[in-house]
């Protein structure tokens, strides 16, 4: 189980990362190019899709329809907040 709630932490790593390393305004000359701000997106994207994939698995498994329903809802919000760290970094 805990191994679950690690994953849903790897992007709010990974999004501040990408973020701050690509503002010119805190890197200077060290910023990211367009190609590292597209390949990191997409790393990032794959990593999130890949945590929704075992979280679905994981409550697949349970055979409860309360935890599929409390599981939607909080994927809902997770990819919610997720997408509003990407549109505050854009």
Do not use: E
Not at 17 to 24: H, M, N
Not at 28 to 46: E, R
Not at 68 to 84: C, E, Q
């Amino acid at each position: 189980f805990f191994h679950i709630l690690l994953i849903f932490q790897l992007p709010f790593a990974l999004i501040p990362v990408l973020t701050f390393t690509s503002l010119p305004s805190v890197m200077n000359d060290f910023a990211n190019g367009l190609f590292w701000k597209i390949g990191g997106g997409c790393v990032i994207l794959l990593v999130c899709c890949i945590n929704m994939y075992f979280v679905v698995a994981y409550v697949m498994a349970l055979n409860h329809l309360a935890l599929y329903i409390g599981a939607a809802i909080l994927s809902v919000v997770y990819l919610s907040f997720v997408a509003y760290l990407v549109r505050l970094g854009l």
